[in-house]
């Protein structure tokens, strides 16, 4: 008995041992292990930062070039370290004494207007010929309108009895001796007879052509006895001031903005004389012709006198201020 009882014993630590070295190598095996996988999972980490650093690299080298991208204007080379709006300036030296290259410059009327009747019917009178100077709303000619004078007439009179007869019931009007009927009937009478009145005279005011500007009679398409319809009958242009519109090639594109000022040389035909004129950049138009590579502009140029004539070809001679662009990207 003692020896079943020393035998269980004996083998019960047995037990306890082999429990224990099983305890004791795993903990040894799992030690190697995370030694091992140490620097496996470092080495991943420097891979992944290595990686990340040479994108933002790549990034920033891109970046770079996009920022190193040089816009020519004004023939200066402005390199464009940021994002917003630049501006371009050329002094004045740069281009003062320097000509444009203009492919054509013509001197225009400010404004050319071909004036028509607004109603149908025949001429009565022309009180104008061409080349007279005329002033804003001057009458230029004048309709047949007697049917429509004869209205006219009628509807005066009628507005005339219509206020005397509320004024010959006035009275009564104000004292109340009359019917609320009868009060908004007189009060009726007084402003339709108004309204005819202002209609006969509309009436008479078409047959009327008046200049809607000041300047000079071009040109007489009709006579006296003529029938008008919708064509024109007059036209009237305006040379104070007048319009130098240019075209010029796209590689003078931002020589001229608008407000300043340039020297025009004007050019007779059949002379060899040339007259230079100060004018003043009203409008550069922001579209290039892709078709031709143009784009135009337009000068205006004073002229109170009236001595300028349209129709001269010019060439801008001289830049008399600084030149700005403004490129916007």
Known sequence: ????????????????????????????????????????????????????????????KKQEQEDSEIIKANGAKVKITSKKPVTLV???????????????????????????SQVHGVLDEVHITQGDQVEKDQLLM????????????????EAKYAQKNF?????????????????????RQVNLAKLEQKKAAALVS??????????????????????VADKPVVEVIDLDPLHADIVMKADQFGRLTPGMAVSLALQYSGSTARSLVTGTVAV????????????????????????????????????????????EY
């Open 90 to 116: 050329s002094k004045v030296g740069d281009d003062t004494g320097k000509k444009l290259s203009v492919v054509s410059c013509l001197l225009k009327p400010s404004q050319r207007l071909r004036l028509s």
């Open 1 to 60: 008995m003692f020896n079943k009882q020393f035998w269980g014993l004996e083998l019960g630590l047995k037990k306890v041992i082999l429990v224990m070295m099983m305890a004791v190598l795993s903990t040894v095996c799992l030690s190697q292990e995370t030694t091992q996988a140490g620097p496996s999972i470092s080495k991943t980490k420097d891979i992944a930062k290595n990686t990340e650093q040479e994108q933002k690299k790549e990034e920033e």
């Open 284 to 327: 550069v138009d922001p579209v290039i012709d892709g078709n031709n590579g143009t784009f135009s502009a337009r000068i205006e140029v004073a002229n109170p006198e009236g001595d300028i004539p349209a129709g001269l070809k010019c060439q801008v001679d001289q830049l008399n201020h600084e030149v700005v662009s403004r490129v």
């Open 167 to 187: 004024e010959r019931n006035k009275q009564a009007v104000e004292e109340s001796i009359l019917s609320d009927k009868l009060r908004d009937e007189l009060f």
């Open 206 to 227: 078409q047959r009327r052509i008046q200049s809607p500007i000041e300047g000079y009679v071009y040109r007489v398409y009709a006579n006296e006895g003529e029938r």
């Open 142 to 157: 004048t309709l047949e309108s007697s049917v429509e004078k004869a209205q006219l007439d009628i509807a005066r009179n």
